[in-house]
């Protein structure tokens, strides 16, 4: 996990999410940081923007932790 | 200048300008897109945009977003007529009234959202009309335009209600406008006698409506559907 992708994860989820950073850990989960869906739609498009890469709707399908949904984002750069 | 940025598409006549105007007059920083895009007067920012092309809606939004701010009320007003009956017309004529009218409004709709999510607080009023609600014979593209207008309203309603965006459509009945302008005498006399009111219509009374929809004060309505229309639709 690279620490400078992660800390750029942790920005936008802090911004989308109104989180406080330390929340973000790779083991928490998007309904343990009281995230519902229209939140993580936010947070993808604010992913997608930050990494300049694309996320199709079907493959947010089980994505339901911050690791998870790093690993989506950084498994495309 | 501290009022609210509100954009208005089709706002370069009739129900559309007065909704412009009214804004204006109130202290609202007001943006219209027009397909030609002619400049109104300097309380008024136009940009020329075709509803019917995502990209040229994506650049509108963003030159008012650079101009005045993110966009926290949105009038979807941008409509177009087509007349004919059903066994004359064509599918053409039928998907671009749908495209313009209704498609048209979806694509504003999501390309605004965004931003009034991440404020917490937003305004949408589609302009629909009466006769979405009860039909005409002669307009069954643009009859299904504005009905179609109200499901996508209420959809949006209970979408976005958890952030604090509400989703209302006025349904304004015969109104003096240029699109009135075109009928018969005859169709006037016979549409006249039909309204309870009995007269026309005026434009800034569907911007009074849309004016209150798009205040704090009615943060409590949401998908809900306001005709405008001389008693024109009810039972």
Same mark, same amino acid.
């Given at each position: 996990?690279?620490?400078?992708?992660?800390?750029?994860?942790?920005?936008?989820?802090?911004?989308?999410?109104?989180?406080?950073?330390?929340?973000?850990?790779?083991?928490?989960?998007?309904?343990?940081?009281?995230?519902?869906?229209?939140?993580?739609?936010?947070?993808?498009?604010?992913?997608?923007?930050?990494?300049?890469?694309?996320?199709?709707?079907?493959?947010?399908?089980?994505?339901?932790?911050?690791?998870?949904?790093?690993?989506?984002?950084?498994?495309?750069? | 200048?501290?009022?609210?940025?509100?954009?208005?598409?089709?706002?370069?006549?009739?129900?559309?300008?007065?909704?412009?105007?009214?804004?204006?007059?109130?202290?609202?920083?007001?943006?219209?897109?027009?397909?030609?895009?002619?400049?109104?007067?300097?309380?008024?920012?136009?940009?020329?945009?075709?509803?019917?092309?995502? %990209?040229?809606? %994506?650049?509108?939004?963003?030159?008012?977003?650079?101009?005045?701010?993110?966009?926290?009320?949105?009038?979807?007003?941008?409509?177009?007529?087509?007349?004919?009956?059903?066994?004359?017309?064509?599918?053409?004529?039928?998907?671009?009234?749908?495209?313009?009218?209704?498609?048209?409004?979806?694509?504003?709709?999501?390309?605004?959202?965004?931003?009034?999510?991440?404020?917490?607080?937003?305004?949408?009023?589609?302009?629909?009309?009466?006769?979405?609600?009860?039909?005409?014979?002669?307009?069954?593209?643009?009859?299904?335009?504005?009905?179609?207008?109200?499901?996508?309203?209420?959809?949006?309603?209970?979408?976005?209600?958890?952030?604090?965006?509400?989703?209302?459509?006025?349904?304004?009945?015969?109104?003096?406008?240029?699109?009135?302008?075109?009928?018969?005498?005859?169709?006037?006399?016979?549409?006249?006698?039909?309204?309870?009111?009995?007269?026309?219509?005026?434009?800034?009374?569907?911007?009074?409506?849309?004016?209150?929809?798009?205040?704090?004060?009615?943060?409590?309505?949401?998908?809900?559907?306001?005709?405008?229309?001389?008693?024109?639709?009810?039972?």
């Amino acid at each position: 996990m690279s620490d400078d992708n992660f800390a750029r994860f942790t920005k936008c989820a802090v911004e989308v999410l109104s989180v406080e950073a330390s929340a973000i850990v790779p083991e928490a989960t998007f309904e343990s940081l009281d995230a519902d869906s229209l939140d993580l739609v936010e947070l993808v498009m604010a992913l997608e923007e930050e990494f300049d890469v694309t996320v199709e709707e079907e493959e947010l399908d089980g994505v339901s932790t911050v690791k998870a949904a790093f690993e989506l984002i950084t498994s495309k750069l | 200048m501290t009022g609210r940025v509100v954009l208005i598409t089709g706002g370069n006549r009739g129900i559309g300008l007065a909704t412009a105007r009214r804004f204006a007059a109130d202290g609202y920083r007001v943006a219209v897109t027009s397909r030609r895009g002619d400049p109104l007067d300097d309380t008024i920012t136009v940009v020329k945009c075709d509803v019917t092309d995502t %990209d040229s809606v %994506d650049s509108a939004v963003s030159e008012i977003e650079e101009a005045l701010g993110p966009v926290e009320i949105l009038v979807s007003n941008a409509g177009i007529t087509d007349d004919g009956l059903v066994l004359r017309m064509k599918d053409d004529s039928f998907t671009r009234v749908l495209d313009t009218n209704l498609t048209g409004g979806f694509r504003v709709a999501r390309r605004v959202v965004r931003s009034m999510m991440r404020g917490r607080w937003g305004r949408i009023v589609f302009v629909s009309s009466v006769v979405g609600l009860g039909g005409q014979a002669g307009q069954a593209n643009y009859a299904a335009s504005k009905a179609g207008l109200i499901g996508l309203s209420r959809s949006l309603a209970k979408e976005f209600a958890g952030r604090n965006i509400t989703v209302n459509v006025v349904a304004p009945g015969p109104i003096r406008t240029d699109m009135l302008a075109e009928l018969t005498d005859d169709q006037r006399q016979a549409m006249l006698a039909v309204v309870p009111l009995g007269r026309l219509g005026e434009a800034d009374e569907i911007a009074a409506a849309i004016h209150f929809l798009a205040s704090d004060e009615a943060g409590y309505v949401t998908g809900s559907v306001l005709p405008v229309d001389g008693g024109l639709s009810m039972g």
